[in-house]
């Protein structure tokens, strides 16, 4: 992987065509998610696959 980073779940929302672009499916960012002590996707914001092909999952900021 190539390029600039790119946001691949933001605002609850999903963005299909940048995962099929670049080969990845929901299920195994929902499995890092996990992994990472998180319980869900709601708790965060956003998720960018990293040109290096790994994957930043931030915490969703508490207001």
């Not at 390029?3 to 609850?12: E, I, L, S």
């Not at 929902?30 to 708790?43: A, H």
């Amino acid at each position: 992987m190539e390029g600039a980073p790119t946001v691949v779940f933001r605002d609850g929302a999903w963005d299909e065509q940048a995962l099929r672009s670049l080969h990845m499916a929901q299920r195994d960012i929902v499995t890092e998610v996990r992994q990472g002590g998180r319980r869900s996707m709601d708790e965060v914001e956003p998720v960018v696959a990293e040109h290096n092909g790994g994957i930043s999952i931030l915490p969703k900021r508490q207001d």
